[in-house]
């Protein structure tokens, strides 16, 4: 990701309309905190690109011995996952980090899990590989990584598909909390469903990747029961363990 691309309007974009634009998002929270097993004690966790901190949200009650590490390039993003924790205390650990440079990674192994929704797929291939490979040593053995990403179709057909399970998803949710279109016509607006609106390879800041070479690159890193969950309009949730010793 780069730091110039990711602009502060984008962060303000998904405040106001993620409940809007992210299929079941609920759903993803909870489904997320149930592959995490409780841990022995207390325990730390990193979350990747926090954003305003409705995940760390449903980490932090349901684990009382946790704390949450949450990692974001976004000053306004942080800024609402501090005041959204505040009843949390010392047990939500905020971070301004670009999740493509490597200063915030490291050989120790702190992490009872890692988890990231939502972020992975602005890497490119490559970076992606290193980021699981990187991740591996982080984690504590028998310490479990989950993500929510967008992934890449490997035929126009799947691609239409998707973009049209999104649209279908968010006019849903639209009718659904305000009996109108209207985040449907913002969707449309901002053209945010990359499946409809795929953007110029060179300046892309969303760059998805298969699914199935995702998978690999983590077991590739050392993961073992790695695993999909659901899917949903283009959007996937798999986890991963690393091994106990």
């Not at 303000?12 to 592959?35: H, N, S």
């Not at 004690?41 to 409705?54: D, K, Q, R, T, V």
């Not at 973009?163 to 009718?175: E, P």
């Not at 892309?204 to 199935?212: R, V, Y």
């Amino acid at each position: 990701m780069n730091d110039f691309l990711w602009q502060e309007r984008d962060s303000q974009d998904f405040i106001d309309y993620g409940r809007y634009f992210v299929p079941q998002r609920k759903y993803q929270r909870q489904t997320i905190a149930d592959l995490i097993p409780p841990p022995n004690g207390p325990a730390h966790i990193l979350e990747l690109s926090c954003g305003e901190g409705l995940l760390a949200e449903v980490l932090l009650n349901r684990f009382p011995t946790v704390t949450v590490h949450g990692y974001d390039i976004s000053p306004i993003m942080l800024q609402q996952a501090k005041a959204r924790l505040v009843p949390f205390g010392e047990r939500f650990v905020p971070r301004r980090f670009n999740l493509a440079e490597t200063e915030w990674r490291s050989t120790s192994p702190t992490f009872h899990a890692v988890v990231s929704s939502l972020t992975i797929h602005h890497l490119d291939g490559a970076q992606k590989q290193q980021l699981f490979h990187d991740l591996f040593p982080m984690l504590l053995p028998g310490g479990t990584l989950v993500v929510v990403d967008l992934v890449a179709p490997t035929r126009d057909q799947g691609t239409a598909v998707a973009a049209q399970a999104w649209d279908d998803a968010v006019r849903q949710r639209s009718q659904q909390l305000d009996g109108n279109d209207d985040a449907l016509d913002r969707f449309e607006q901002l053209k945010w469903n990359l499946y409809r609106y795929p953007e110029d390879p060179a300046i892309a800041i969303d760059k998805p990747s298969g699914l199935l070479e995702q998978l690999k690159w983590v077991e590739a890193a050392g993961f073992t029961a790695v695993d999909v969950h659901w899917a949903l309009a283009g959007h996937v949730l798999y986890s991963a363990i690393r091994p106990a010793a």
